[in-house]
């Protein structure tokens, strides 16, 4: 299996899943949480969570991680990814409404026909996507985790880092044709 | 060949969790037949992933960990995929479609009619399938924020061009179109917009056979 030079993390935590699901295995859980649960606990509270409320959506988080683990597929999406994704969706849940116990959105998870992009393997794709990110320059790396991961508007980043609103929007758009362009060309 | 796709701009908000749970579904069907635009969600959740690895760790509350280990033996909750309506039973669905609860479905004309698709937190009717059958036009309208249509089967033509199975079309209010179904056969769309849309009255506004009959 090939390993991204200097991350193994990226497979690590991928195997731990894989162990999770096949085992149930409650130690490797324990170590996912330790690393993982303090850090979700940040995403949601950069989304605006209370922290009441951003510690609950960790645990449903990571307790969907343990029910799904078994569709999680080490080639398809690395396991930060893959938590992301999860956490994401559950973020959205929240903006819906009292929840409906089980309910998650139904977003794509599966695939018929992988692109060549999709059969590369996943951990070899996250590391470059790391490898893009730490290359971009230092403020179009801030707009896109204001915007993308903190899911600020526009107009917010604009107020905060006193700039413009149009060159907060260049700025986003210049950084995805970088991150695009970057991890394209090392494919 | 699917020749309409969501703009990047859309293709990261529904990666990063911006758009509302609708217009996520709508997206989410065309992400189901565009594996070029799944590359793309793909490479937007890696940069998630990698966000996610990079944020600095909160510290947990006191025994957050036993809390946490004394969930994993619950029983998971089971929810029933809500069934199809039979009016939809010939249709060749969306995956992400299917497990929502598509309400009743109300002829607006013998040719056209709409069905609201349940989506959990949205108080009025935005989200919603609608069919019309061949030869049929929408008269002129324009929306208020942003609508999003995957078309499920058959084609319609619009100020931007035709639109078939598995294109996705944007338009906001800066749009005022008449789109009209073109080809042999009906046309399903999903429609999900910003805005609440009320289904009441609509026929009479908006509702125009091809001959000019206003109905």
Not at chain 1, 64 to 69: E, F, I, P
Not at chain 2, 43 to 56: F, M, Q, Y
Request: aromatic content about 6%; proline content about 5%.
């Amino acid at each position: 299996m090939a390993v991204w030079k200097g991350s193994h993390t990226v497979t690590d935590w991928s195997d731990c899943i894989v162990a999770i699901a096949q085992r149930r295995d409650r130690q490797q859980f324990a170590a996912l949480f330790a690393h993982f649960g303090p850090r979700l606990k940040g995403f949601f509270l950069r989304r605006g969570l209370t922290a009441g409320t951003a510690e609950d959506l960790m645990q449903e988080a990571l307790l969907m991680v343990w029910r799904k683990a078994d569709r999680f597929d080490p080639q398809r999406a690395g396991a930060s990814t893959w938590i992301f994704a999860i956490a994401r969706n559950l973020s959205i849940d929240l903006k819906r409404r009292e929840r409906d116990p089980g309910l998650l959105a139904e977003f794509y998870d599966g695939a018929d026909q992988p692109t060549p992009g999709e059969l590369l393997l996943s951990a070899e794709r996250d590391g470059r996507i790391r490898a893009a990110l730490a290359a971009l320059p230092a403020d179009q790396a801030e707009v896109v985790r204001l915007s993308f991961f903190e899911e600020r508007p526009h107009s917010q980043i604009a107020e905060e880092l006193r700039l413009p609103l149009g060159t907060v929007k260049s700025r986003v758009r210049l950084a995805m044709m970088r991150l695009r362009a970057l991890v394209e060309e090392r494919q | 060949m699917i020749q309409h796709h969501p703009a990047p701009e859309i293709l990261a908000e529904y990666a990063g969790g911006a758009l509302h749970a609708g217009a996520m579904l709508v997206v989410a069907c065309h992400l189901e037949t565009c594996a070029v635009c799944r590359s793309e969600v793909s490479l937007w959740e890696g940069v998630g992933g990698a966000l996610l690895d990079e944020t600095a760790p909160e510290i947990l509350s006191h025994r957050a960990l036993e809390a946490m280990m004394a969930r994993l033996d619950a029983a998971e909750p089971q929810s029933a995929r809500p069934s199809m309506p039979d009016f939809l039973k010939d249709f060749d669905l969306p995956a992400p479609l299917k497990g929502r609860t598509v309400g009743r479905r109300r002829r607006v004309t013998p040719n056209i009619w709409f069905a609201p698709v349940d989506v959990p937190g949205e108080g009025s009717v935005r989200t919603y399938l609608v069919y019309a059958g061949r030869n049929t036009v929408l008269a002129e309208h324009t929306h208020v924020g942003r609508e999003f249509t995957h078309v499920i089967t058959g084609a319609f033509t619009d100020t931007g061009g035709r639109y078939d199975k598995g294109d996705f079309a944007c338009t906001d209010e800066t749009i005022i179109h008449t789109p009209g179904v073109t080809g042999e056969t009906g046309c399903l769309c999903l429609i999900s917009a910003d805005a609440p849309m009320r289904l009441t009255g609509l026929p009479a506004r908006i509702i125009q056979r091809l001959t000019g009959t206003l109905y």
